[in-house]
């Protein structure tokens, strides 16, 4: 079956520290992969994402690969901000009708000053 | 300004009560979901639907219900045969068809059943 695994956290960093939150997934076929953010008492945002083999995502200074020979798809930022606080998800579609995500337990981050 | 609202962003219930959220969209998406969010684990699916007047069960349907009457609108039922209804609520929605799109969350209703 279709699953994801991230990195546990917590991750406490220092301010312009880089960032690094492991993704791995199994599925068959060829899923599209996401990262959400979910910042203190909302919903989920979409922050980046990427639909076929060495696709790389990028927005807001955060990047992640598609690494089907890894099944990976990590999360990076190369200087956090206090900003960046927040629990983030890596996700899969599988590609099929009912475009159902499949959510990873969530990693949160904290940022210090 | 296109989104998803929920309401009411606290709820509180005593158990043995059945309690509806409300979820509604206007960004003329034709599928909509459910999800249930506890501490220490992802989301989960409980309900989704891909047009009006139809709907699946996700992977933890027990104890919900959903109508689809109206695209804008995806209300949950949490029912008293719940077993652990105390959580995190979200509401997504999305484009039916194509490739790639994403899902659209609302801001979600924390649900605590004493």
């Known amino acids: 079956g279709n699953s994801v695994t991230q990195m546990e956290g917590p991750v406490t960093l220092s301010e312009e520290a880089f960032l690094t939150i492991n993704c791995t997934y199994t599925?068959?076929?060829?899923?599209?992969l996401f990262w959400y953010v979910q910042y203190p008492g909302e919903g989920l945002q979409l922050l980046l994402k990427?639909?076929?083999?060495?696709d790389k995502g990028s927005n807001k200074g955060f990047e992640a690969t598609y690494r089907k020979e890894t099944t990976s798809f990590h999360l990076e930022k190369g200087s956090v901000q206090v900003s960046d606080s927040a629990v983030y998800f890596c996700?899969?579609?599988?590609?099929?009708?009912?475009?159902?995500?499949?959510f990873g337990t969530g990693t949160r981050l904290t940022v210090i000053p | 300004d296109g989104g998803i609202t929920q309401s009411p962003k606290y709820l509180f219930r005593k158990e043995g009560q059945n309690v509806t959220l409300s979820c509604e969209q206007n960004?003329?998406?034709?599928?909509m979901y459910w999800y249930r969010q506890d501490p220490g684990q992802g989301l989960r699916l409980i309900y989704y639907?891909?047009?009006?007047?139809?709907?699946q069960k996700g992977d933890i349907a027990e104890g919900y219900s959903v109508s689809r009457e109206k695209k804008e609108s995806f209300p949950l039922t949490v029912t008293s045969a719940q077993k652990n209804p105390t959580a995190f609520y979200l509401c997504?929605?999305?484009?039916?068809?194509?490739?790639?799109?994403?899902?659209?969350f609302g801001p979600g209703t924390r649900l605590t059943v004493t």
């Open positions: 960004l003329n998406h034709d599928a």
């Open positions: 990427a639909t076929k083999a060495d």
């Open positions: 599925a068959t076929g060829y899923p599209s």
């Open positions: 639907s891909q047009i009006v007047n139809d709907f």
């Open positions: 997504a929605s999305t484009l039916a068809g194509g490739q790639s799109y994403e899902q659209y």
């Open positions: 996700a899969l579609r599988y590609q099929t009708g009912a475009n159902n995500l499949f």
